[in-house]
């Protein structure tokens, strides 16, 4: 038997399809690195000069980390946002999951394409609009669920933005805002897992619950850590919400609620920016070490 010939003109073609590769996949991600250069690497470096010197350029060591760390309104803001993180972290991955599943357990197409639209319309407002619309809706005076608002939080404004509601109203607010591009994904995730796995599970007796605790959410993991990694760096960063409130309500919620209003304070209120910049270290070491435990508890990387 003789073995196949490969024309002359073949074997270029195929070398250049595969050395395009590469230059392709270099090409498209370009853009993405010169943003991540520009708006990610340089400012953290600069951030990192400043936290690690003081006004006046000389290198001061853990001193700004320590003074932030010893103002009386720091603790304060990192149990605001450790208990907001806490709320919003473990209600998105419960709700997300359960409303994907149940959308997914839909028989109709038309029913499963009109609640992932419904989802995700609320992400289609940017941070700011939605607060004002949650302004609205928290007011007992004018909203139009002001029973559901005095049954939970109080009859009027003040009561229902008192500090110790904040931090459930900005979870409400950050799942309806996020919640729906999640499930969107969860869905596309679900689609994802062969029929046959499924179809095994049920003549093995299974019932939906069971497929879903045994099969459908340990295939969704590396998507549930996905999710949970990119909803934790957005929560550490809460600042538009107590923000505006604390304009709405005049005064009722202080201006330094967050992590991320301190640091405000510090660098245009105090003129600052060296302690504003140990504060911002603090949360993205915290979110980093945080981020680097659900990679390593769920595998993100791990070859399937």
């Known amino acids: 038997m003789t073995a196949p010939v490969i024309s002359a003109a073949a074997a270029p073609a195929r070398s250049r399809s595969r050395s395009w590769r590469p230059a392709a996949g270099h090409v498209f991600v370009s853009g993405y690195?010169?943003?991540?250069?520009?708006?990610?690497?340089?400012?953290?470096?600069?951030?990192?000069?400043?936290?690690?010197?003081?006004?006046?350029?000389?290198?001061?060591?853990?001193?700004?980390?320590?003074r932030t760390a010893q103002d009386?309104?720091?603790?304060?803001?990192?149990?605001?946002?450790?208990?907001?993180?806490?709320?919003?972290?473990?209600?998105?991955?419960?709700?997300?999951?359960?409303?994907?599943?149940?959308?997914?357990?839909?028989?109709?197409?038309?029913?499963?394409?009109?609640?992932?639209?419904?989802?995700?319309?609320?992400?289609?407002?940017?941070?700011?609009?939605?607060?004002?619309?949650?302004?609205?809706?928290?007011?007992p005076s004018v909203s139009p669920v002001d029973g559901i608002v005095r049954a939970l939080w109080g009859s009027t404004f003040v009561a229902v933005v008192a500090p110790g509601h904040l931090p459930w109203i900005f979870t409400v607010i950050a799942f309806w805002t996020g919640a729906g591009g999640w499930i969107v994904v969860m869905y596309g995730a679900l689609n994802g897992i062969p029929h046959e796995i499924i179809e095994a599970?049920?003549?093995?007796?299974?019932?939906?619950?069971?497929?879903?605790?045994?099969?459908?959410?340990?295939?969704?993991?590396?998507?549930?850590?996905?999710?949970?990694?990119?909803?934790?760096?957005?929560?550490?960063?809460?600042?538009?919400?107590?923000?505006?409130?604390?304009?709405?309500?005049?005064?009722?919620?202080?201006?330094?609620?967050?992590l991320n209003q301190l640091a405000y304070l510090y660098a245009f209120d105090q003129n600052d920016f060296n302690g504003s910049a140990a504060i911002a270290i603090d949360l993205l070491v915290v979110a980093v070490c945080c981020a680097g435990f659900f990679v390593a508890k769920g595998g993100l990387f791990d070859a399937d």
């Open 33 to 66: 690195v010169v943003l991540l250069v520009a708006f990610g690497i340089v400012p953290t470096v600069y951030a990192l000069n400043l936290a690690f010197t003081d006004s006046g350029g000389r290198f001061a060591g853990l001193d700004n980390f320590v």
């Open 72 to 139: 009386y309104r720091f603790l304060a803001a990192v149990g605001h946002v450790g208990t907001y993180l806490v709320l919003w972290l473990v209600m998105l991955a419960v709700l997300v999951l359960v409303l994907a599943l149940l959308v997914h357990r839909l028989t109709a197409a038309w029913s499963r394409a009109t609640l992932r639209f419904v989802y995700y319309v609320p992400g289609a407002l940017a941070g700011a609009s939605s607060v004002l619309l949650w302004l609205f809706m928290l007011d």
């Open 201 to 258: 599970a049920r003549v093995d007796g299974a019932g939906p619950v069971r497929t879903a605790l045994r099969v459908q959410l340990p295939m969704l993991r590396k998507w549930i850590v996905y999710m949970l990694i990119l909803s934790l760096a957005a929560g550490t960063q809460l600042f538009v919400e107590p923000q505006l409130i604390s304009q709405a309500s005049f005064g009722v919620v202080g201006t330094d609620y967050s």
